[in-house]
């Protein structure tokens, strides 16, 4: 069984969802507007492409896995309170996933 975890990875701050949540607004009516690229406070291309690359690979989910069994998620949600632990302990895990695969 593979486990995936793409999405409790993904913070409620990455780049995708704050474009949904923003092109929501405008649908509803908010006054907003999206920026062109190149605009002060539009995401770069280099920004866009790090977002792209969010997904793991085989070998890094493999990673990944071990060591949610090595590393206690415990100090994490109580140093950071149960939502923002959770998010801060598996981006580290996947920073750390990816760093040993490479």
């Known amino acids: 069984m593979e486990l995936d975890f793409t999405e409790k990875i993904k913070s409620n701050a990455s780049l995708w969802e704050n474009i949904r949540k923003k092109k929501e607004r405008i ?44 590393v206690s998620i415990k100090d994490f949600i109580k140093k950071y309170g149960e939502e923002k632990g959770k998010a801060i302990y598996y981006a580290t895990l996947t920073k750390m996933a990816k760093a040993k695969c490479k």
């Open 27 to 70: 649908k509803r009516g908010s006054p907003e507007k999206m920026r062109k690229p190149g605009q002060k406070g539009a995401p770069t291309k280099e920004q866009i492409e790090r977002a792209k690359g969010e997904a793991m690979t085989p070998a890094e989910k493999k990673k990944f896995m071990s060591l949610e069994k090595e």
